[in-house]
C-alpha cells in the first residue's frame, strides 16, 4: 500500500495532504452540531482540532495506510476525505468525508470524491470500497449512491462514547466501477 498520496486538482479545489494549518479550519466547520456524526466531532476546542489534524497526518506511519485529502479552496481548508479501515484480505479501504457546511449543494464532494476513488482503485490499487453512513445522514446516502455504491451491510456503529442506531454500508467494486 502507497503512504503518501499526489496533489489533485479539481477545478478549482486543490486536494491535498493535511497540515497541521488545517487545525484552525477544521475547528471553524467541525465545531457544529452537523458533525456529530462523526467519530470525533464535534469539536470543543482548536486542541481537539489539532489532535484529529495529528492523527490523520500519522494515519500513514501508525496504521500503514495513506491519510487521505484536505480539500483546499482558496488557501482554506474546507473539508476533507480520509481513507481508513484497510481490510488486507479483501484488499478493501474505507472512504469518510466531510465538508464545510457553508459548501454544501454545490458538488464539490462529488467531485472530489470522483476523484478519490479513481485514485483508490489506480494508484492504491485497491479491490473494493466501501463508504457508510449513519442512519439519519441521508444527505450522504443519496452521494453514496450517485456515486455507484450498491448497500452492503447495515450494523451498530460506535462514535466516540456513543452508540448511533445503525450505520449502513456500501461498496463500489473494481470490476464494476464505471468510471463516473
Known amino acids: 500500500?502507497?503512504?503518501?498520496?499526489?496533489?489533485?486538482?479539481?477545478?478549482?479545489?486543490?486536494?491535498?495532504?493535511?497540515?497541521?494549518?488545517?487545525?484552525?479550519?477544521?475547528?471553524q466547520f467541525a465545531k457544529e452540531d452537523m458533525c456529530k456524526t462523526l467519530n470525533w466531532g464535534p469539536l470543543k476546542s482548536i486542541y481537539e482540532a489539532k489532535y484529529v489534524v495529528e492523527?490523520?497526518?500519522?494515519?500513514?506511519v501508525v496504521e500503514k495506510i495513506p491519510s487521505g485529502y484536505s480539500i483546499v479552496y482558496d488557501d482554506c481548508m474546507i473539508g476533507f476525505i480520509e481513507y481508513h479501515n484497510y481490510n488486507k484480505s479483501e484488499n478493501s479501504i474505507e472512504i469518510g468525508c466531510?465538508?464545510?457546511?457553508?459548501?454544501w449543494n454545490?458538488?464539490?464532494?462529488?467531485?472530489?470524491?470522483?476523484?478519490?476513488?479513481?485514485?483508490?482503485?489506480?494508484?492504491?490499487?485497491?479491490?473494493?470500497?466501501?463508504?457508510?453512513h449513519t442512519q439519519n445522514n441521508l444527505r450522504c446516502q443519496c452521494l453514496v449512491k450517485k456515486?455507484?455504491?450498491?448497500?452492503?451491510?447495515?450494523?451498530?456503529?460506535?462514535?466516540g462514547d456513543k452508540?448511533?442506531?445503525?450505520?449502513?454500508?456500501?461498496?463500489?467494486?473494481?470490476?464494476?466501477?464505471?468510471?463516473?
Open 106 to 132: 454545490m458538488g464539490i464532494m462529488f467531485r472530489c470524491l470522483k476523484e478519490c476513488i479513481k485514485l483508490a482503485f489506480d494508484y492504491l490499487d485497491v479491490d473494493k470500497i466501501v463508504m457508510g
Open 1 to 27: 500500500m502507497k503512504l503518501s498520496l499526489p496533489e489533485l486538482r479539481v477545478g478549482n479545489l486543490i486536494l491535498r495532504e493535511p497540515i497541521e494549518g488545517d487545525a484552525f479550519d477544521l475547528f
Open 98 to 103: 466531510y465538508l464545510d457546511p457553508l459548501y
Open 147 to 159: 456515486l455507484g455504491f450498491k448497500y452492503e451491510c447495515e450494523k451498530r456503529v460506535l462514535m
Open 163 to 180: 452508540y448511533y442506531e445503525l450505520g449502513y454500508y456500501y461498496s463500489l467494486y473494481k470490476y464494476e466501477r464505471n468510471d463516473l
Open 55 to 60: 492523527s490523520y497526518i500519522n494515519r500513514p
